[in-house]
Each structure stands twice: as C-alpha cells, then as structure tokens.
C-alpha cells in the first residue's frame, strides 16, 4: 500500500500571520452532548480533520443529522433515539468515541460502547468514566468488549473524579453531560480544569443547563429536564497554536498567531520564556520571536493550568537545538515518548529513564525519512524537519490529520517548505 507523505526541506525562517482553528478537543464532547439536546444545535469555529468526521459518522449512525452549513459550522439534530450502540470499528480509531456515554445515558437510559483500547501513547484506562456512570445510578455490565450501561433515571451525587495520574478531561466530561439531566445536584470533585471542559459547560450553559464552577476541581451540576439547541462557538486550539510558536522559535522567524487565548496557555508561554522565545500579546492574538539561543529547561506535564502533555512532543524538538542539557517529563501519559527514537534518527541526543527524557542539544537536525505514530509526536518531526538541514519525509501523516487543519497549507503560507505527496510513502 502506498501512502501520503510530507516532504520537508528545512531551513526556512517562517514569517506571517497564522490563523488557528477551533479546538478539536472541545468540539468532540460538545459535538457528543448534541445527543441531550432537543433541536438544533449549530457550532462554529469546528475544525475540518478526521477525528471530527470520524464523530459525525458514529453520530450519524446514533441517530443525529450532521450538515456543514459553512466550512467550520456544523449543524446537529436528533432526528431518531433508537440506536445506543457505538460500535468497535469507530471506538478503536477514536478514543474520544468514549464521550457519547454519558449522553447516551441520560438521554436514552442505555448505552452499549465499546470499551476502548490502548494506543500509542500508552494505557488509557476508563475506570473513571464507569465510577462516574455508576456514583449517578447506571448498571454498567462489560459484555464481548463493550460497556453496557442502563439507567432509569439518573440521580444527583457527589463524586471524587481524581485518578492514579489526576483529573480526567473526558471523564469529567461524561459525569457533566450525564448530571445535566439527572434528578437534583451533583458536585465533582477533583473535576478537570482544562478550557475544554469549561468550553462544555458553557455550552451546555446555552442549552438550558445549569453547571457552575467550570475551569475549578470542583464542578456543581443542577440537573434539569431538558436540554434545547443554540448556536456556539468553540474556543481556540491551544496546542495548535502551542504548535505554531514552537513553529516560529525553531525557525528563528517571527509570526502573528490570530485566535489564540494566552490565559490558555500560560505554563507553555511561561516554559517558552525560559527558552529565549518571546509572545507578546496583541491585539489579534500574540506575536513569537526569538533569540537564536536556546535555553534548556527542566520540564513536567500536568493537568491544566500546568503544562500539557499535548505540547511534550513540540517542546522537545525545540530542546534538541537548546544550549545545554534539558529534561522532560511527561506525568499524565509516561509512555508518550514514541517520537524519540525517530527524533535520533535526525541527530537529536535523547536518553529516555521511565517518563522521563534527558535531552542533550546538538548544534542542528538532519533530515531523514521517520515515521509518525501519534497525534503529537508527528507534529513533532514535522517541526523537526522544519529546521533540519537537508530533507525530511514524514511517513503516516494520517495521525497528523486526525487533530490539525490543514497544517501543511498553514505552514506554506508563512513560508515553511513543505509539500503533501498522495502517495509513495510507507
Ligand atoms: N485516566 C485514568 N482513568 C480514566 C481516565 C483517565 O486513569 O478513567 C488517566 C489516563 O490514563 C491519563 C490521565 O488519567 O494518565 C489523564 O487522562 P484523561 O482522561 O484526562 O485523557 P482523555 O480525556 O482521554 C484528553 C485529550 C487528550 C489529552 C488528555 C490529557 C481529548 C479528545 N483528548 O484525553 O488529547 O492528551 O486529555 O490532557 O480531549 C490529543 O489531542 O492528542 C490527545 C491525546
């Protein structure tokens, strides 16, 4: 089988103005909670990649019409309850699939989804998201791989969300959307902090809901009746805006980045700074330059407001160049570490210890043919292959289109070198 490459000529300083997308990982729960909804919801700033197509489909087939109206609005209806199964075939290319069970719940008092498996970045365990299903009233039963889950009628409790590595994003979002129809009140606690949980809140906030203390470890849900449609727009992505800086401080370069919340990125801006790479904010969103010495930095990925592990991988390509000796460590998912190996491949000097990664900074990057594995870690090597000398091929590319819009245009236009090639890569 022959697949679509990205051959990247590095050595370009980018300069001009990006715009970033919505976030997908506040579109994917808010496009799952249109399930509690009666009429039309309509969500603007959608980002056009795979994993959102991927949820249209496993929406489609739960019963809810997905149009595009515009090329980022998307318009949402239930038009039939019947079907409560999210089957394995979606399930297993999308891990988020797992958010349409607590709507599936509340609204339709059973759901059969598959329970998902492993992936590149490690175990992703769901325990959290059962506790959650069970603390509200549902019998949950594991049967030839699926969740079964039926309820009655969901009842307002209290419950600790925290886990072995935290809070959990999506497992907040499922006790969220399922206490948003339950009968009385529920408080989560040690609740996820992220922007895309509150981005949730507040849309489900427009649909009639009655959530508050969204953005604290302490989520308070007053169940009521019914959820109806509105219109929304979803925040900005802050790891593809994450990614863009990355983007402009290898390169030496200077970009306006538009749609980007800082309040949303403060430990990354602040890592950066350590770095030598100034954002300056201004009045369309920030501004990245930088000084052409790197500082290295110890770093740790934690839960928001801390740094995120979906900026890991970016960071350390940016380390590979630093003066000196870095360390990062990943707390949230210790085994999300699958770009070092093809980083060595491009000259980088990487010592991995458990979930930890000592990295040495070299003087440059050489460009080599590796091969993406997650999401991330393939942003990563096209961030290395922006600055290595010579040519990169990024091999597996369809990671990369499950979670950025239209990266290599983007990169294009403020001058990256980097084109798409269909077919010829492994
Ligand atoms: N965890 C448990 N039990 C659970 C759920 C999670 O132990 O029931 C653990 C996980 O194994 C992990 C930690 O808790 O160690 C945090 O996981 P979390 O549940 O917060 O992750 P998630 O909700 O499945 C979302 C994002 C990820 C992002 C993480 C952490 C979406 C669709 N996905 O996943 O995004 O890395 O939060 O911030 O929102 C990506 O976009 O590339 C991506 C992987």
């Known amino acids: 089988m022959s697949l679509p490459f990205f051959e990247i ?20 729960p808010i496009m799952a909670a249109s399930i509690l909804c009666e009429g039309e919801v309509v969500l603007r700033d959608i980002p056009r990649v795979a994993d959102v197509e991927s949820l249209c489909e496993l929406l489609q087939k739960l019963g809810v019409e997905t149009t595009w109206i515009e090329d980022n609005a998307l318009r949402l209806i239930v038009r039939d309850e019947m079907n409560c199964k999210a089957e394995y075939d979606i399930v297993r290319k999308m891990r988020a699939s797992i958010c349409v069970l607590g709507p599936l719940i509340a ?29 509200l009233g549902a019998d949950l039963d594991l049967v030839g791989g699926d969740i079964v889950a039926r309820a009655k009628k969901l009842v307002g409790t209290e ?48 649909c009639g809901a009655s959530i508050s ?49 800082l309040d949303h990125l403060m430990a990354f ?3 950066l700074s350590g770095v030598g790479v100034h954002v300056e904010k201004t009045t369309l969103g920030a501004e990245v330059t930088s000084s052409r010495r790197l500082e290295p930095v110890e770093v740790t990925t934690q839960p928001f407001p ?17 003066d000196g000796n870095s360390v990062i460590t990943d ?13 060595a491949r491009m000259g980088a000097q990487l010592r991995r210890e458990g979930g930890t990664v000592i990295i040495e900074g070299v003087k440059r990057l050489i460009g080599a043919p590796v ?26 590319i369809y990671h990369l289109a499950r979670g950025y819009e239209r990266m290599d245009e983007k990169l294009r236009a403020v001058g990256g070198d980097i084109q798409l090639h269909p077919e010829g890569g492994v």
């Open 107 to 135: 609204k339709r008092q059973k759901a059969q989804v598959s329970m998902p498996g492993g992936c590149a970045i490690g175990d992703r365990p769901v325990n959290l998201h059962l506790r959650a299903m069970e603390r």
């Open 269 to 271: 801006v602040d890592c």
């Open 9 to 28: 000529n590095g050595g370009n300083r980018l300069r001009g103005t990006v715009r970033i997308s919505g976030a997908k990982n506040a579109a994917l």
């Open 159 to 206: 419950m600790f969300l925290g886990g072995r590595f935290g809070s959990t994003v999506l497992g907040t979002a499922n006790a969220m959307m399922a206490a948003a129809l339950a009968d009385g009140v529920t408080v989560i606690e040690m609740a996820a902090c992220e922007p895309e949980v509150a981005d949730l809140a507040n849309f489900l906030n427009q």
């Open 213 to 261: 203390g969204q953005g604290t470890p302490r989520i308070i849900v007053e169940g009521v009746k019914e959820l109806h449609g509105c219109e929304y727009r979803i925040i900005p992505d802050r790891i593809e805006a994450g990614t863009f800086m990355v983007a402009a401080a290898l390169t030496n370069g200077d970009l306006k980045i538009e749609n980007v919340r």
């Open 306 to 322: 801390g740094f995120p592990t979906d900026l890991q991988a970016q960071l350390m390509t940016l380390l590979c160049l630093a």
């Open 371 to 396: 091969m993406a594995s997650d999401l991330r870690a393939s942003a990563a090597l096209v961030l290395a292959g922006l600055v290595a000398r010579g040519t990169t091929r990024v091999n597996r």
């Open 331 to 343: 707390k949230i998912f210790p085994d999300r570490f699958m770009h070092v190996p093809e980083l």
